[in-house]
């Protein structure tokens, strides 16, 4: 089952073996997609030609998202590879994205949110992790083949308060309008916009954020399936949602996280409390 072959898609938000970007990398190559992909900076330009590497790409190109120069030319540059020169009469290459990017200035993501916010916090906060989804579709919808596929990473602080998320849960609820505008204006050239909300997983994003173990360890006694997600489960789902498997479903928010959202109060941590009643 090659569910992706012929689909040449593009990974932005690769920067470690633990990032969500390398398990969605992963099981798209397994699908059969070719894939390219960005980096931040030159910091990672190394590390993520070495992973290109092993999903079979030599595509690799610059892009900080808060700049529209470095997005334009990423497009550009794309184009000369997977546009051939005697094809020059058309525009459209690839098929569809996936936005696995986020940031908001350290001190906003500690604290009491309506102490800690600020306004050019919470600007850079929405322009790197709501504004440029829709900056790096603006730029190479003319590219986009027909039943392309966009993808973006949520989480669940958008619908929820979560302790310390605060002005990233202001980004991400725009983050997902985002997703559902971006659907209805992009779906009568049939490319579909999604977004996955993520369950918590340890990668360089949430290194440092207070309390992170705590938050996991609560997830694998309370979510319904008593455990955490990886990124090779979020891989799967991104998987399909950019296949022509998922070709009805577009503007939606898909939480992978182990049916943490669907709960009020979690199983409260008392498995071994029903076990022992049951035994009684
Ligand atoms: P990560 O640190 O591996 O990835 C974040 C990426 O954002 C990095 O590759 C970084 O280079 C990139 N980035 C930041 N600013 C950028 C800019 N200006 N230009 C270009 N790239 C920039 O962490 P991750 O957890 O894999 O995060 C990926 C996405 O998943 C984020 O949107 C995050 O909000 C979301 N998410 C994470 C979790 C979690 O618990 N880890 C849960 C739900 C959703
Ligand atoms: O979206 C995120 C984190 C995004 C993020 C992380 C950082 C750390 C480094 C954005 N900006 C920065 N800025 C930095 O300087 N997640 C879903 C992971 C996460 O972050 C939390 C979480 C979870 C889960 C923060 C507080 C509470 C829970």
Redo the contacts with the bound molecule.
Sequence with gaps: MSFLKGKRILI?????K?????GIAQKMHEQGAELAF????DK?KQRVTDFAKKFNSTLIFP????KDEEIKELFKKLKEIWLPKEEANKTNCFDGFV?????APKEQLDGDYVDAVTREGFNIAHD??AY?FVAMAKACRAMLNPNSALL?????GAERTITNYNV?GLA?ASLEANVRYMADSLGPDAIRVNA???????????SGIKDFKKMLAHCEKCTPLRRTVT?EDVGNAAAFLCSDLAGGITGEILHVDAGFNITAMGNMGNDELSQSAKKE
Excluded at 38 to 41: A, D, E, K, P, R
Excluded at 63 to 66: K, L, N, T
Excluded at 152 to 156: A, D, F, I, P, V
């Design positions: 932005a938000g690769l920067a470690s633990l990032s969500i970007a390398y960005t980096y931040q900076n990672l892009c900080d998202v808060a936005h696995s990017i986020a940031y790197i992790s440029s973006t990473l949520s989480y669940l990233m991400k996955i909300s993520a369950g918590p997983i340890r990668t360089l994003a949430a990124i």
